[in-house]
């Protein structure tokens, strides 16, 4: 059975720094592509951040030089450090893993509320 766990969500103020944490069971992970979605209220889900099986990343503009995305292949975890957050980054974020070769395996996460307000 696939698992993905998402964590550390909550609510910070604008500026502040969250770590998201989404711990994989049940694949091979080091085989799959990684990413963070995020879906804010009426709006459509959006990929945020990408990394590859050989750590390229990728990032949407508005995030670049705030987000980093990052893989422990050995803890079967993939992080979102999140720094210098706006109102605008509230949303659900979700992970998603694809596995690399095999394209129709694809896996998310229930997803964990971020909220960015004073």
């Known amino acids: 059975q696939v698992q993905l766990v998402e964590s550390g969500g909550g609510l910070v103020q604008p500026g502040g720094s969250l770590r998201l944490s989404c711990a994989a069971s049940g694949i091979t992970f080091n085989a799959y592509a990684l990413g963070w979605y995020r879906q804010a209220p009426g709006k459509q889900r959006e990929l945020v951040a990408f990394?590859?099986?050989?750590?390229?990343?990728n990032y949407e503009d508005s995030v670049k030089a705030r987000f980093t995305i990052s893989r422990d292949n050995a803890k079967n975890t993939l992080y979102l450090q999140m720094n210098s957050l706006k109102p605008e980054d509230t949303a659900v974020y979700y992970c998603?893993?694809?596995?690399?070769?095999?394209?129709?395996?694809?896996?998310w996460g229930q997803g964990t509320q971020v909220v960015v307000s004073s």
């Open positions: 998603n893993a694809a596995h690399e070769r095999y394209r129709y395996l694809k896996y």
């Open positions: 990394i590859s099986t050989d750590d390229r990343t």
